[in-house]
């Protein structure tokens, strides 16, 4: 505990890894690239899933639970889909274990258990689910069908870091059916929109809404919408995405619906979704060398109250006036712990609750009873002043709003002064290099394009923005005629 | 929909399954033995989530997530547990799926892509969580641990039915470590007494609190209690089990800690889990051959309003006061569902939702208007009166707590009458068989009596009762001597 981190330009990647386990969020676990998450890094994803959950529930979504695994005839079904994910998946062959006959103390798989049909571990449920919907779609009366589930899914990813990339991960899918297309389209702009406010309003990460280029849709989509968010590195990281799915899952189960006019239509669909990679987002827009820093809204501890004291008295008069503070701060609706252990030093617990970033920090002292203040540390700013005891409720109440707007017109400014528009290959390869962030530049709109800067600058085209002036121009490295600027970036 | 259920006197099993279905609780899938939880069942499971999450944290407990994989050599470490799962339990084996080279719109599993170590789908969590805990206890100071987690888990049952018996299903899983013997017994009987007041006070279970006996018992613990709840149809069904497992994981394990006093012990364990299943418990306690009857506690719509009207004058005319209604009894608390589709007449709407057990229901008419009155009909009672509008949030809020303990008390005193004892084997015997229920005798304690009575009659041992006289006696099959009375009964 309270061990240095490593300071972010020595290593970043290092002082993220570090960070993670220091502070108590995830830690890697006995299994290949699964992740145990920890109390109080679950009880941040508890606060962004009740949020997310509010917001579907808002318009119009329904809970739901689809089974885990993914019969192979079903996963195969939907080709795209099927290729996308079948060089990353777990596969289920046996139902049972048995005694190691050389080795009583053993068990090994059970030959005479074999399934008939291997089962996929969901990476996605697309096709579980739409093989569900061909037995509840027969009319337009059935439509749309707007439903969420909260699951865990699993990816067979051969390089895994903590939070952004785990073989097992916790997300919520959507899975919409519409009648129409243009009403599908809707609801993939919808939930885009939604996941943006989100990030923006209550994960104070200030993102950028687009469309995915053909190469990095979703594997089965006809339109991948996203939002994207710059870490402290320059690096990209997609924070959500939402499908629009065509009639291509419809197609591949057969799912028709009698339509108002008599006819016979394929559906169609969107999914949609975010991750317990959100948790990585966060951590590396907002947090310091110190650790994590957290915006108000998302902190399991809003407010920590630690007392300085010699002896048990004067403990007691402490805790007075601490209780007292905590009671009226809970009263305010604001998040409290007050932290009298006697096994830790102040110092200690200070280091402590910045690495795991409680927005505020209260101190009380012998001196402060006499004069009736408080000490009050912001993580954010890492400043201190003092404030009457009788203020702190007031004062507290208004940092919550001055703390997650400040914490997130930094990281807009940061993210602003990481866009940059290039006119050149060889600028951009500079920028690239010097500066990172977005880089908005004209692209001739072709695959092969695309791929050959990706080759050469490791760099990906992150989305092709939907906000903005759209301007002609043409391609930085082909010369070809460009609809409008796109943006690239290196990315998590 | 609307369709009428088997009666339950008829075929008790044909009602619950067909009740499951028609009332949009659940389904089978295209996985063998794996459900799709539909929004409605899952909007009441979410209930019950939300519930008991508010009593685990109140007593300390904090959410976490565990790989849903459980490596073979770490499934296998205790003993007990490893045996009571390894006979069904779905193993992956490989993790890459490829094109088959016979046919190129197929997939087979990549024989390059074997595990160098199968893995086990979580049957339960002890294991892997275990291997966890080792990391983070060195000594007393890091104790309790104090964790739940929400989860799927996979059991390869063979005989499967909806909610009761599935391959996959939704559970939360309490795991805490503590240092003495006695903290863990004292959790594992607060856990227990948790669960009791949850089933008795939120989900009208009337339960029977107690401990298994030993071949009843969780594989890997050294004690279990449980509540045991009574069916409709005499059987009776575990609602939840508390786990004491001494020292059985720690030492399995190898977890200890530095005592106070500088020794190093193993750690004390518990678990704790309730599941999905307890859908089923909530189906068969109330239900009836009309469809589901919820209590309102659990209902996701507690009133339904069902406008009756001939033209669009007419539901104008309801609805201002259908919608000022339902406005009233929101603000007081109260779930309301206003249908005025046109879509469906209103008898068809009564049967619906008395299929999904709204709790109350509310129709409006021209006469209704005229009155300034409404028809209300209770599901539990189905008794119908006339209230006068003005009357109607008081007469709800009201029937709400009504509502539910009488749904209380009739499960109750069904149960109260279904507790026999029994002296002979006789008598045990033509009570299993005239009227099911409880049978309560004396065991003279030995698996093989306990076993044998289980051949001849199918009645397992479902729980030595904590509460109630303690008394001697003798064994009502062999006569030998028994400590106190045990409770019998066939079981889901």
New interface residues.
């Given amino acids: 505990m309270s061990k240095k981190l490593t300071p972010r330009d020595k290593d970043y990647s290092k002082w993220y890894n570090e960070l993670v386990v220091e502070a108590n969020l995830a ?1 890697n ?3 290949r690239g ?6 109080y890094g ?2 941040i994803w ?1 606060k962004m899933q009740a949020e997310l959950d509010s917001k579907f529930k808002a318009t119009g979504h ?11 005839s ?3 079904a939907e ?1 795209k889909n ?1 290729e996308g994910f ?14 190691d006959p050389e080795d009583g ?3 090994i ?1 059970d030959p005479d258990a074999k399934l008939e049909e ?4 969901r990476p996605t449920s697309e096709a ?1 689910i739409w ?2 919907y061909k ?1 509840w779609i027969q009319s337009y ?1 059935d439509l749309p069908i707007l ?1 969420n589930q909260w ?2 899914v ?1 990816r ?1 990813e051969m390089r895994t870091r903590l939070f952004l990339r785990t073989a ?1 991960f ?1 997300w919520q899918e959507g899975h919409t059916a519409h009648a129409t297309k243009a009403e599908a389209i809707a609801e993939t702009e919808q939930m885009n929109n939604i996941y943006a406010e989100f990030a923006e309003n209550f994960m104070a990460i200030p993102v950028i809404k687009g469309k995915k280029t053909e190469s990095e849709r979703f594997a089965g989509a006809v339109d991948t919408y996203c939002i994207e968010a710059l870490m402290q590195d320059g690096k990209a990281l997609q924070a959500g995405t939402s499908h629009f799915l065509g009639q291509n899952f419809a197609k591949a189960f057969d799912v028709k619906y009698a339509s108002k006019e008599g006819g016979l239509e394929h559906v169609w669909a969107t999914s949609w979704g975010v991750s317990t990679r959100l948790m990585g987002a966060l951590i590396m827009t907002h947090s310091d060398d110190k650790g994590l820093v957290l915006p108000p809204k998302l902190a399991p501890v809003q407010v920590v109250i630690v007392p300085i004291y010699k002896g048990e008295e004067q403990l007691n008069q402490i805790s007075e006036v601490a209780n007292q503070l905590a009671a009226d701060l809970r009263a305010a609706g604001i998040s409290v712990k007050y932290d009298n252990r006697d ?1 830790h030093k102040p110092g200690w617990k200070f280091a402590q609750y910045e690495l795991q970033g409680v927005p505020v920090r209260l101190a009380i002292g012998p001196k402060d009873l006499e004069k009736g203040s408080v000490e009050l540390a912001r993580r954010d700013t890492l400043t201190k002043e003092f404030v009457a005891q009788t203020e702190v409720v007031d004062k507290i109440t208004g940092l919550m709003v001055e703390i997650q707007d400040h914490l997130f017109n930094k990281a807009k400014s940061y993210r602003d002064n990481h866009i940059t528009e290039v006119d050149t290959f060889e600028e951009f390869k500079e920028v690239l290099k010097a500066k990172g962030g977005f880089i908005s530049a004209h692209w001739d709109g072709t695959p092969e394009t695309e791929n050959k800067i990706k080759e050469l600058t490791k760099a990906t085209i992150r989305c092709i923005p939907f906000d903005g002036e759209v301007k002609e121009g043409n391609c930085v490295f082909t010369g070809k005629k460009s609809a409008q600027r796109v943006l690239f970036a290196k990315a998590y």
Same sequence: chains 1, 2.
Wanted: net charge negative; hydrophobic share 45%.
């Fill in positions: 830690e676990s006995a299994v699964c992740m145990v998450i920890k109390p679950y009880s508890e329904e809970n739901a639970y689809f089974p885990l695994f993914v019969p192979k079903l996963f195969e080709e099927a079948a060089k990353e998946c777990a596969v289920v062959t046996h139902y049972r274990l048995k005694t103390s053993k068990l798989v291997e089962l996929v571990v579980i093989n569900t037995g009366r439903i699951a865990n699993v067979w097992e916790l096994t």
